[in-house]
């Protein structure tokens, strides 16, 4: 096998959310957040809009298995040391916004959430384990989405800015990466997941949902020129789920639509972070698609300053398009549709596995904005089999993140800058999509079970040992 030149300081981690892996929902003074009333913790629910749903508990009728998460909240050292002994040097994770502002639109934080994340960066400096923080990822305050209907409305900006300066002025010292909104390109798929509301129809989504992000570009913005004046030596990135968009078959029609797919889909976000201003196509997309933004005064000027350091990227799969496709060709992709490409295998889960793709997305990506890129999730979910010794042989997972990392490898080789990588949910923990914890992506299994029960006791997988090699050998040997 080939050997890749992975650059010295490149940052080998894993990656985690504080939602699907923290548990405590309601300990610390935090407060109700959209992942805590998902049912069955399943946050991906209302791909077209879900504008019915009551936002409450229901224990009669669901399992909340992100309730207890894996119980990080109380075992964060045991976690830790098991990432340290892999050789991280890198540890992805969230803050959940509520910890901080219970209902969002507090004055004052909340000091016990504050104290448990000084905690938390304290554990992972004493084993020099870089923290890179997601301000938002999947779990607004409820009270933000039942009070203000989420980023529809403007005024959830001034909030937001509120939670980053806090952040930013107390882990100044602490914490250098920064990423805004996670995957903040899904939200005209799943407005309510990252926007936190539902449109009232497939009618008004568009236009909802895209001037919602509109409003998270401001507060984007805002929050990365914060963390540069209270932080000089930060790094801030945008957070894409990018799933590089193939054409079926040489069809120039087939052609023109996966192309268009890939600049809604893939590009508008990025282009607005890195370039500070709404790509050229966006207008004839809006007036075609009766989309109208209301952008105030300054809006613009705002996101021209606030433009981000790096790109980060979720890559999971890549997306194969046709102009014309029946519901049975469609697929089942992490957010995103498509249909099935005859080339790839898919996982347990129906989600296509293509490594190509990872560097097909990195030069994609390089070619066009020429900043600095980290993978910050990829990865597979797997059903996973405890044997009578103990031991679990995922050796399904070794190969499965032994070919994307050699496809970072050759990426690197093309020219592109590459600043680390950190394989999603390192540590087993529930779903987003499915709120399964039998979904597992990590190289440390936990005893916890789709029914809730479990011991939460940590084992070691065989992809620990490997992973923990390929960090030790800085990717030469995979
Ligand atoms: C990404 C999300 O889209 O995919 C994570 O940022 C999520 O939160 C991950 O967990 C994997 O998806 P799932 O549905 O398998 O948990």
Wanted: charge should be negative.
């Amino acid at each position: 096998m080939t050997t890749y030149s992975f650059p010295e300081n490149f940052m080998w981690g894993g990656a985690t959310a504080a939602n699907q892996l923290e548990g405590a929902y309601n300990e610390g003074g935090k407060g109700m957040n959209l992942a805590d009333v998902m049912p069955g913790g399943k946050v991906r629910l209302g791909v077209i809009g879900n504008p019915g749903f009551d936002f409450k508990i229901d224990h009669e009728k669901y399992v909340y298995p992100n309730h207890t998460g894996i119980d990080f909240y109380h075992r964060y050292k045991e976690d830790i040391a098991l990432f340290a002994e892999m050789g991280f040097k890198t540890y992805r994770m969230s803050i959940a916004w509520s910890r901080i502002f219970p209902q969002g639109t507090e004055t004052e934080p909340n000091e016990e959430g504050l104290a448990f994340y000084d905690r938390v960066f304290d554990e992972l400096k004493k084993y020099d384990i870089e923290p890179v923080v997601t301000l938002s990822h999947y779990e607004i305050p409820l009270y933000l989405i039942t009070e203000y209907g989420g980023w529809r409305s403007r005024e959830v900006i001034g909030f937001f800015e509120r939670y980053a300066t806090t952040l930013f002025n107390r882990y100044k010292n602490k914490v250098k990466y920064w990423l805004t909104f996670n995957e903040i390109n899904g939200a005209t798929h799943i407005p309510l997941l990252g926007l936190g509301f539902s449109p009232e129809s497939e009618e008004t989504r568009l236009q909802d949902s895209f001037q919602g992000l509109h409003h998270q570009f401001v507060a984007s913005a805002l929050a990365v020129k914060a963390a540069h004046e209270i932080i000089p030596e930060s790094q801030v990135g945008c957070m894409l789920v990018y799933a590089p968009t193939y054409s079926f078959d040489s069809n120039p029609q087939n052609i023109m639509h996966a192309l268009q797919e890939q600049r809604v889909f893939n590009n508008y976000c990025g282009d607005v972070h890195v370039r500070g201003a709404y790509p050229a196509f966006a207008t004839r997309y809006f007036k075609e698609n009766g989309i109208s933004l209301d952008i105030q005064e300054g809006d613009l000027e705002t996101i021209k300053d606030g433009t981000v350091d790096f790109i980060s990227l979720s890559y999971y799969m890549s997306r194969t398009e046709k102009k014309e496709k029946t519901p049975e060709e469609v697929g089942q992709g992490n957010l995103i549709g498509g249909v099935k490409n005859p080339f790839l295998e898919a996982s347990d889960w129906g989600w296509e596995i293509d490594p190509e793709g990872l560097r097909i997305a990195l030069n994609q990506l390089y070619d066009r904005y020429q900043v600095p890129l980290f993978v910050v999730e990829n990865g597979l979910g797997a059903y996973d089999k405890v044997e009578e010794d103990g031991s679990i042989n995922d050796d399904y997972r070794i190969d499965y993140l032994r070919s994307h990392i050699a496809a970072m490898g050759e990426a690197i080789e093309d020219g592109v800058e590459l600043m680390g990588y950190t394989p999603w949910g390192c540590i087993d923990l529930v779903s987003a999509s499915t709120g399964e914890m039998s979904k597992r992506y990590g190289f440390i299994y936990v005893d916890k079970h789709d029914d809730g029960s479990g011991s939460f006791e940590r084992s070691k997988k065989k992809s620990f040992h490997w992973y923990k090699n390929v960090i030790d050998t800085n990717g030469k040997e995979l």
